[in-house]
């Protein structure tokens, strides 16, 4: 059996899923079908939370000097400023969403990638698998029609919203089937005075509309059908732009020269589980949303950072090997639902049909962020800094009247600390002062645990955090043996030998 892990698809998944492995020393083989790179650019948006786990890899500071700074979002009503969200007060490196089209992300992670030393296999095709007990078989079929046959250990489905991976294993998705239409159009707009870095979204009855500034002069467009169907076509063209501008947005904007007018259809879905043995799904393979609040290819992005750390000490032949592949669906699903969620309650806000309503809504819009924590909520959870994972496996028991953040929340950047997760093996970090109780757990599990202690995040507390950044367990500095128990039960002991695979 081959060692390379095969990663289906080069999308912005599988690239950092790519990345992610190889870094950490997983073997990998990254295919993708097309023979050349989309310039067509999907998602513009990457979130404060995504800039950090991809500055990990070293692709941070490559996308932000190809990006653009955005500080704020705008909620509109008509011509009325309902609430404006700065995100300048999120607790990041990066306090600002980067507008970089998809296209350019994914440019930056392919270089990133071939940085390491990984080549994506172009016009190279997923045709059959087969899912084993102690391997995968698959084969691939490459652009001049010759097949290749392999076994890997693992399979990893990164293959897009069609996927053939999620297909194939026959996995049903949670909740029913949400369908919705939708236009983008790349455009010039005339008497659109928003500036540059901030972004105008409105609420409408009739759907979502949203402009963003991608240059001087040209704008996105962005808006939800549903209730356009009816009276214009489906076909993109200028008029139906300039109708959904009239209707929904600020007046007086008018649309020209356009350089990409199309539509889509969303199929919403949440696969019931992101694994099946030795076959894994991440990104739109697994979950699909809808464009508002922008979060698809971040949230995929975030799957495959959960997901290589803890296949990488697999390999290093951690005892506690299938409770941490499973806590990656319960996971990421789990985000996933709660994300799908949360769109929901905002779509519904802003789709108020009853005018009194709407003048209520709009009121207690006003009100609402008006309130600086109001505020920070909702920048927090557009740049998901405030996703985390509290419901999952791997958290220790939470001792509620500790400071700080608990198991299974972000631990936020400490001021002139390194990244967590950095280097060539998924270790984890132990924050609080030195002791002769540290000072044995760091000999105890050198293989997991960075070998130089953090600085406390507050005093008397120890505090052990995921090589993704996310708590795994907190105590106090005399309950130290509890943290022994947690690397012992919860990962299975220090890291030896992949034997066990
Ligand atoms: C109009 C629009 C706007 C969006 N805006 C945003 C936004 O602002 N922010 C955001 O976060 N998200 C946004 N999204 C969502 C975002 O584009 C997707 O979530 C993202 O592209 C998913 O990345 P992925 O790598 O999972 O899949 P994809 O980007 O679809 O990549 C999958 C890759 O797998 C390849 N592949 C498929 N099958 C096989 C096979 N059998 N063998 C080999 N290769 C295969 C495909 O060719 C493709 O290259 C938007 C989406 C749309 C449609």
Redo the contacts with the bound molecule.
């Keep these: 059996m081959s060692e390379q892990v095969l990663i ?7 690239l950092t899923m790519a990345t992610e492995l190889r870094r950490y020393g997983v073997p990998v083989r990254i ?4 023979t050349q790179r989309t310039d067509q650019s ?4 990457l979130w404060s939370r995504t800039l950090e786990l991809l500055d990990r890899l070293g692709a941070g500071e490559a996308l932000v000097a190809a990006g653009r700074k955005v500080e704020a979002v705008n909620i509109l009503s008509g011509s009325k400023r309902i609430g404006r969200v700065d995100f300048a007060d999120i607790e990041s490196a990066h306090p600002y969403a980067l507008m970089l089209p ?1 296209a350019e992300t994914e440019r930056v992670l392919e270089e990133n990638l071939a940085a390491h030393g990984v080549k994506v296999e172009r016009g ?3 045709v059959t698998f087969t899912n084993g007990d102690n391997a995968v078989s698959a084969t691939l079929r490459r652009a001049d029609g010759t097949e290749e046959t392999l076994t890997a250990p693992w399979l990893i489905g ?7 991976v999620r297909k194939t294993l026959g996995l049903s998705s949670t909740g029913p089937a949400q369908q919705s239409d ?1 236009l ?1 159009a790349d455009v010039h707009l005339a008497g659109f005075d928003f500036p540059p870095t901030e972004l105008a979204s409105f609420w409408h009855e009739d759907g979502f509309l949203a402009i963003f500034t991608l240059a001087p002069g040209r704008h996105r467009v ?1 808006a939800d059908l549903r209730h356009a169907q009816g009276v214009a076509p489906l076909e993109a063209d200028l008029d139906l732009v300039q109708y959904i501008l009239h209707k929904r947005g600020p007046g007086g904007v008018i649309a020209s020269a356009p350089s990409w007018l199309s539509t ?1 259809r ?1 199929h919403e879905r949440n696969v019931t589980n992101y694994r099946a043995g030795r076959v894994f799904l ?4 697994a979950h699909v949303h809808n ?1 508002v609040g ?7 992005i975030h799957d495959a950072v959960n997901l290589a750390w803890k296949l990488a000490l697999v390999r290093q032949g951690v005892a506690n090997a299938e409770a941490l592949l499973e806590s990656y669906n319960v996971e990421r699903h789990a985000v996933a639902e709660h994300l799908v969620a949360e769109i929901g309650r905002a779509s519904a806000i802003s789709l108020i049909k009853i005018p009194s309503a709407q003048f209520a809504r709009n009121l207690l819009g006003n009100i609402f962020f008006g309130l600086a924590p109001a505020r920070r909520a909702v920048a927090e959870t557009l740049s998901e800094v405030s996703l985390g994972y509290r419901d999952s496996p791997l958290n220790a028991e939470e001792d509620h009247a500790l400071p700080g953040p608990g198991p299974g929340e972000r631990l936020p950047p400490q001021p002139g600390q390194p990244p967590l997760g950095m280097g060539d093996s998924p270790r984890f970090a132990l924050f609080g002062a030195p002791g002769p109780g540290v000072d044995a757990l760091q000999v105890k599990y050198a293989g997991l645990l960075e070998p130089d202690l953090r600085p406390p995040v507050s005093p008397r507390c120890l505090w052990l955090v995921r090589p993704d950044g996310y708590v795994a367990a907190e105590v106090l500095e005399e309950d130290v043996h509890q943290l022994d128990d947690y690397l012992y039960r919860y990962i299975g002991g220090d890291a030896t030998t992949a034997a066990s695979l």
């Design positions: 289906v698809g080069a999308g912005p998944v599988g295919i993708e079908k097309t999907r998602a513009l948006f998809q190279t095709e997923l990164c293959d897009g919203g069609g996927s053939f939708w983008i962005i889509f969303i991440a990104g739109d393979a464009p922008a979060q698809g290819m971040n949230m995929g």
